[in-house]
């Protein structure tokens, strides 16, 4: 059985170098609560408002994951001292894949079954805890165009990728349920209702791209709408596949990126128009040669050396393109030596260090310029993690619940931030008043007790 018995959401915002929590108040429509006083009787503050320490609460059980027993979530109205939970049968996705039809009994046609290997991917969260992220995967070829995925109760978006990469992918929404489970239907295109769009990757002018790259077109809020394409190295000859109804809009965008970071080959977005079928060569542009770049992180309260961060660059570069460098740890001085693209001089590149959870430092983005040549940074200081502290209660607020062991999830990113490193159990239970202190980077969190 999970830990979590309620949960929270926490989240850390950052003001120019530092960070804090918001100061300002909200405007008096969003203000729900802001502490203990501001609810009555015996509710005290959570992050969705005020309510009984006893009530409302959700467990998820994790009966057998190995054997396809999935996370189930129960409402428990009211907390007892013994609760029973009756878990339901195995949670299925079921599902039909087909392409085309076929003459039916009756005269008509019917859906014909797709017997190809698939690809399918279920992302999406619980239907009754805010914050916890469900993802299940697999390959499989579906028996008569059927197929079964065993996963946890929630949302989902579900997406087919054929293994065959002449067909384009395709994504469904899906409610499942305890006892129900879910179910989704999807549709390949046949070959008349297929367009192709070739074209060639460069460098600059006629120069080729010396790294193994790929292409994939998107829509404009990067779902995909293709299959991931690999560009011909010898020639930067490409070519996708799109369904008829994707080849009709007026743009589409064609991501290139590299296969390996390791190449230190920028990735870059064109927008094209599918309708000719065929673009123009695309210019991935001149970053600039690779360069070494050293330097050295600090813990920003006694500018102690922090070992074991992990460093890495990132940023737009010279021709207009995206670079993410590979990460280096730093060693027991706090120095690190990495290789890098060169910023352009009106754009800094971002040097993102995460230190090792047993800092008390903080994930940091310090803007940095990086020129053409080797050269050695300034030293980059990390402040220190923001301290939260809380109180966890029974469901009678007179006593404190002691002795709690807290686990700690990130669920969401900061606009510019990247998301958090991976949760973390508290290493030491709430105290005789039920009191906690975390050290947490910038982001979204969830608490779980």
């Known amino acids: 059985m999970r830990r979590a ?171 499942v349920e305890p006892g129900t489970g879910g179910a989704v239907a999807f549709e390949l295109p046949t070959a008349s209702r297929l367009v192709t769009l070739t074209g060639t990757l460069v460098r600059q002018g006629t120069q080729r791209v010396d790294a193994e790259m790929e292409v994939q077109a998107l829509d404009e809020s990067l779902r995909p709408l293709s299959q991931r394409m690999r560009v011909v190295r010898g020639t930067g000859a490409f070519q996708v596949v799109l369904s008829a109804e994707d080849a009709e809009r007026p743009t589409v965008l064609l991501r290139a990126s590299p296969l390996n970071a390791g190449d230190l080959v920028p ?95 903080r994930l940091t983005l310090h803007p940095v310029t990086v020129p053409a040549q080797d050269s050695t940074l300034p030293d980059a200081t990390c402040p220190l993690r923001m301290v939260v502290t809380g109180s966890v209660r029974q469901p009678d607020p007179a006593n404190p619940a002691s002795g709690v062991r807290l686990v700690v999830e990130p669920v969401g990113a900061l606009p510019g931030w990247p998301q958090p490193p991976m949760g973390f159990e508290v290493p030491v239970t709430t105290d005789a008043r039920g009191g906690f202190q975390l050290a947490l980077d910038p982001g979204e969190y969830r608490l779980d007790f």
């Open 5 to 175: 018995l309620r949960t929270l959401a926490l989240a850390l915002w950052v003001s120019g170098a530092g960070c804090a929590f918001l100061e300002d108040d909200p405007p008096p429509e969003q203000l729900v609560c802001r502490s203990d006083a501001d609810c009555v009787g015996a509710q005290v503050c959570f992050a969705d408002g005020c309510g009984s320490p006893g009530d409302d609460i959700v467990v998820e059980v994790q009966a057998n994951p190995k054997a396809g027993l999935h996370a189930q979530d129960f409402p428990v109205d009211r907390l007892r001292a013994e609760q029973n939970l009756e878990l339901f049968g195995p949670v299925r996705l079921k599902g039909r894949v087909s392409r085309g039809t076929v003459p039916a009994v009756d005269g008509g046609t019917a859906p014909a079954a797709y017997r190809g290997p698939i690809h399918l991917l279920a992302t999406g969260e619980s239907l009754l805890i805010p914050g916890v992220a469900r993802r299940y995967e697999a390959t499989l070829v579906p028996d008569d165009g059927a197929w079964v995925l065993p996963v946890g109760t929630g949302d989902y978006r579900v997406t087919l990728t054929p293994v065959d990469p002449g067909l384009p992918p395709l994504a469904r929404t899906t409610t």
């Open 267 to 361: 990735s870059k977005t064109f927008v094209v128009s599918p309708s000719a079928g065929a673009t123009g060569p695309l210019e991935l542009g001149d970053p600039g040669a690779p360069v070494r770049v050293q330097g050295r992180v600090l813990e920003g309260q006694y500018g102690v050396p922090i070992a074991g961060a992990r460093v890495s660059l990132q940023g737009r570069v010279g021709g207009g393109g995206t670079f993410e460098g590979l990460p280096v740890l730093t060693d027991a001085q706090g120095r690190y030596q990495l290789t890098s693209l060169p910023g352009p001089p009106d754009s800094p590149l971002t040097l993102v260090i995460v230190p090792p959870p047993s800092s008390m430092a």
